[in-house]
């Protein structure tokens, strides 16, 4: 009964930027974690970054310094900016979030549809 839904993927050359959002909706109480993945062809879906339910962030070694993970609680949203864009960075990007329902009460793992990021000149 919650839905989660990217969006801001597109095409980009090197070097360039883009911001990826992550909305949920449906009958939210709370969210904890939360947190970007992706998945190149051939290979297996990678951890990118997270941000705890107070605000602590990590992030794959691979893009430190480069993407920058934030959320809205009131608006039940995540962002991810991403900067200085490599073609290796060229995936579906998926968003994922642990969401306590209000109704039914219950706590489930929760993913997006992903939306596709492609760095090419």
């Known amino acids: 009964q919650v839905q989660l839904v990217e969006s801001g993927g597109g095409l980009v050359q090197p070097g360039g930027s883009l911001r990826l959002s992550c909305a949920a909706s449906?009958?939210?109480?709370?969210?904890?974690?939360m947190g970007w993945y992706r998945q190149a062809p051939g290979k297996q879906r990678e951890f990118v970054a997270g941000i705890a339910g107070g605000g602590n962030t990590n992030y794959a070694d691979s893009v430190k310094g480069r993407f920058t993970i934030s959320r809205d609680n009131a608006k039940n949203t995540v962002h991810l900016q991403m900067t200085s864009l490599k073609p290796e960075d060229t995936a579906v990007y998926y968003c994922?979030?642990?969401?306590?329902?209000?109704?039914?009460?219950?706590?489930?793992?929760?993913w997006g549809q992903g939306t596709q990021v492609t760095v090419s000149s």
């Open positions: 449906g009958t939210i109480l709370s969210i904890g974690d």
């Open positions: 994922n979030a642990i969401i306590r329902t209000a109704w039914p009460v219950r706590t489930v793992d929760s």
